[in-house]
């Protein structure tokens, strides 16, 4: 009798944890969005480059359109009339710094840092509004990465582009998962 009353102690203890995250609503990471079902079809525009360093403002443009590509939740649309909601950025700081030196005082290790202003809006505008309502904006979206830089290499700026274009597409995705979860 006390062996089937400590089974069913047992199996309540088990099932306990499981019944309150079913009743807490809880849900996987990643599965939610704060994008209204009406917005099917984006339209991506340039990134303004406000950085004195060329052509960071097209790598963070090209990524970004890959990975809205690759997550196949919107349609990437040609022109702001086709749209439902438009994606608009400027790149607003841009650094690289030395984090780790050699022996000798040469640098090896670089910290890359991008600043952007990013909002994703309503096309649609609302009587008496100049822009569409805001669906996620953050106007210091900043990403940092590092990258180690051989201490011999000559060609550090062409180790630089390299090291932009990947840390382009890690911004992307970080950026459109914020952007699809509302963070």
Do not use: H
């Not at 069913?8 to 079913?22: G, K, N």
């Not at 990013?118 to 669906?135: A, D, L, N, Q, Y």
């Not at 979206?141 to 290499?153: M, R």
């Amino acid at each position: 009798m006390q062996g089937a009353r400590f089974k069913r102690l047992v199996e309540a203890a088990t099932l306990l944890p499981i019944l309150v995250l079913v009743s807490c609503g809880y849900a996987l990471v990643g599965k939610a969005s704060n994008i209204p079902d009406d917005v099917q079809q984006v339209f991506l525009a340039p990134f303004e480059n406000r950085t004195s360093r060329l052509e960071v403002e097209q790598f963070l443009t090209q990524a970004i359109a890959d990975e809205l590509l690759t997550r196949r939740r919107f349609e990437l649309v040609s022109t702001e009339a086709e749209s439902d909601a438009a994606i608009r950025g400027a790149v607003t700081a841009f650094r690289v710094a030395p984090i780790t030196f050699t022996n000798d005082g040469r640098a090896q290790e670089y910290e890359l840092t991008i600043v952007a202003d990013v909002s994703f809006r309503r096309t649609v505008k609302s009587p008496g509004e100049e822009e569409g309502e805001v669906i996620w904006a953050n106007d210091r979206y900043q990403f940092k990465e590092s990258y180690p830089v051989e201490s011999a290499d000559a060609d550090f700026f062409d180790r630089e582009n390299i090291a932009i274009e990947d840390s382009a597409e890690r911004f992307a995705d970080t950026m459109v998962t914020d952007l699809l979860e509302g963070f």
